[in-house]
């Protein structure tokens, strides 16, 4: 079994989903960790070439505002559905899933946090419309602290479920966190609380979680 994980934004640590991994014990799994932000830390990076100067050093107030602009700027590249760096990522992910079904892996659980999880639905319904990916190997899906709710339309979502018959979907959220949100009424869509901190700390911490690790190791054993 391989579990691919998808950050959401202003994620620039590769290892994002260590924590989990480590939860999860010897259950056995293949990792497989797409880091789908750095195609947009490039231009974030040539925005700072091109309007700061050289003589610029690093302080906590700069630091913050650049966060902020990265946080944005990754939002609205995969909100704009013909922006290059959309169809870069979307590129990028289809290819690791690829490149890792001809490594032999026969199973997949796909994890997405935050708009990562936007990312997930958008890249695997673009795949099935093409026919560029085979659904079959996808045997569930997990998403957490996820904006669905608010960034696709139920129909949209009713469609993607339609596509992906016999996968579980199962969406992790924590009342506290202020982006997450329910999926009730969606076909197979199973909405499970999960307790992962407070209001300020809750939508980051799900990749820490043991519950989140408890639910993820129940899918690994019951081999979805």
């Given amino acids: ?10 994620q620039t640590d590769l290892d994002y989903a260590a924590p989990l991994f480590k939860n999860l014990g010897k259950r056995p799994f293949l990792p497989v960790s797409i880091s789908w932000g750095a195609d947009v830390m490039d231009y974030v990076q040539n925005w700072r070439k091109l309007f700061l100067p050289r003589h610029f050093h690093w302080n906590p107030i700069r630091a913050f505002k650049r966060r902020i602009i990265r946080a944005g700027h990754e939002s609205a590249v995969w909100v704009s559905a013909y922006d290059y760096n ?16 001809d490594e032999g892996a026969e199973q997949f659980i796909i994890i997405g946090h935050s708009l990562g999880s936007v990312v ?28 669905l709710y608010f960034w696709r339309s139920p129909d949209q ?16 959220y924590d009342v ?18 999960v307790h992962t901190g407070g209001l300020f ?24």
């Fill in 1 to 10: 079994m391989r579990i691919v994980t998808l950050h959401g934004i202003n």
């Fill in 86 to 101: 959309r169809k870069t990522i979307y590129t990028h992910i289809l290819n690791r899933l690829n490149q890792a079904i």
């Fill in 120 to 147: 997930l639905v958008d890249v695997l319904s673009g795949a099935i419309a093409a026919g560029a990916l085979n659904v079959d190997r996808i045997r569930a899906i997990v998403t957490m602290g996820s904006p």
């Fill in 157 to 172: 979502l009713e469609r993607f479920i339609a596509d992906l018959a016999g996968c579980r979907w199962i969406n992790l």
């Fill in 176 to 193: 506290d966190d202020p982006v997450a949100g329910q999926l009730a009424g969606l076909g197979r869509v199973a909405d499970v609380e």
């Fill in 201 to 224: 700390s809750s939508h980051c911490n799900y990749w820490n979680s043991r519950e989140v690790a408890r639910i993820v190791g129940g899918l690994l054993k019951s081999g979805v």
